[in-house]
């Protein structure tokens, strides 16, 4: 019977946890992608720079909170356009050059999200 | 003199029951803990594996660690929900948070840059405050270990 009732209030304690985890696991700033996703083609609607001027991460979504001040001339991070998606190779990271190329192309590949000088921390 | 350090000693003892009661606490913690961060991992696996990708030190093994972690944040968290199990679950989770902490430490040695997908809130924390996170847990899964250790040892006392 005791041993029961633990269980009992720990199975009460899991449900709290995974609600919880409910509530905070919640994005607060999500943009859903409805592009065609071609083979070799990025997967993700967004791409982030996450090391300043250097490395660019694909996201599959992303937090305006998490941006910070940096020295560099990229926005904190990028829309992946419809066009994008189709033309943008799927990679694990992205350099300057490459963004570079990204951002050069029209119709737009990439739409930067808020203001220049800005890096993600996730 | 003696005795007044045997009364001291008696003041501050902790009855079996309470200290019963401090183990199962703390496990229920420990429990939340898991089933709250297995929870986010799961929910949004494609992201927590993209940022297990990023880490150049796991990136082979991303795939696996991604489905192996939350599993076993399960099965530990179970562990500590079953009355018989609760030392072995507390053991892994001892377990668990060790191989959490000593990545993190490797990560912050080696890796340029740190993405975290731990899950949820915990996510908020900066690498540092993640390390005394995880050591604030693996301290008080010790403590209830040692509490259990105490009880057996005092019922066999008694025997």
Not at chain 1, 14 to 30: E, I, P, Q, V
Not at chain 1, 79 to 87: K, Q
Not at chain 2, 23 to 32: G, R, S
Request: proline fraction near 3%; charged fraction near 15%; glycine fraction near 6%.
């Amino acid at each position: 019977m005791k041993n029961f009732r633990k269980i009992a209030f720990g199975l009460l304690v899991g449900a709290l946890a995974l609600g919880f985890s409910a509530f905070t696991s919640t994005h607060k700033l999500t943009r859903n992608t409805t592009f065609v996703k071609h083979a070799g083609m990025i997967t993700e609607g967004f791409i982030a720079q996450t090391v300043a001027g250097n490395e660019f991460d694909p996201e599959s979504s992303v937090d305006g909170d998490n941006c910070s001040d940096a020295t560099t001339s990229y926005s904190c991070t990028y829309t992946v356009t419809s066009t994008g998606a189709s033309n943008i190779p799927e990679k694990s990271s992205y350099t300057a050059s490459d963004m570079n190329s990204y951002l050069s192309h029209s119709p737009a590949w990439l739409t930067a999200n808020g203001s220049a000088n800005k890096v993600y921390n996730p | 003199m003696e005795s007044a350090i045997t009364n001291i000693k008696s003041r501050f003892r902790i009855s079996i029951t309470t200290k019963e009661k401090i183990i199962t606490a703390i496990c229920w913690l420990c429990m939340a803990l898991f089933i709250y961060t297995a929870y986010a991992k799961i929910v949004d696996h494609t992201r927590f594996l993209a940022g297990l990708t990023r880490v150049h030190l796991i990136s082979g093994v991303a795939v696996f660690i991604s489905y192996a972690v939350p599993i076993s944040e399960i099965i530990v968290a179970l562990l500590l929900l079953i009355p018989q199990t609760v030392k072995i679950g507390l053991y892994s989770f001892i377990a668990v948070m060790s191989t959490f902490t000593v990545y993190i430490i490797s990560a912050m040695i080696w890796e340029p840059h740190l993405p975290c997908h731990c899950g949820g809130a915990i996510e908020k924390l900066s690498w540092g405050q993640h390390i005394w996170f995880n050591l604030a847990f693996i301290i008080i899964a010790i403590i209830a270990l040692r509490l259990m250790q105490l009880i057996t040892s005092f019922k066999n006392l008694r025997k």
